[in-house]
């Protein structure tokens, strides 16, 4: 998945690659960073990933 926005782009590659490949998998329709951010803490929480993973 690629974004024209480069804080969305910086945002997802600092997912875990699990919670990437979900996101990108789901084939969803991702316009806006705060859609991106809801849904990626979403699924790094719904996987087990704990805040300090975030860095």
């Known amino acids: ?3 024209d926005d ?3 782009e910086n945002y997802f ?3 875990p690659l699990e919670v ?3 996101i990108q998998n789901s084939g969803a329709d ?3 960073p705060g ?3 809801l849904i990626g ?4 929480n719904s996987f087990g990933y ?3 993973d975030q860095k």
């Open 1 to 3: 998945m690629k974004f």
């Open 6 to 8: 480069p804080n969305m």
């Open 13 to 15: 590659r600092s997912l």
């Open 20 to 22: 990437q490949a979900f």
């Open 30 to 32: 991702i316009s806006t």
């Open 35 to 37: 859609e991106l951010m």
């Open 41 to 44: 803490e979403h699924f790094r």
């Open 50 to 52: 704990a805040e300090q």
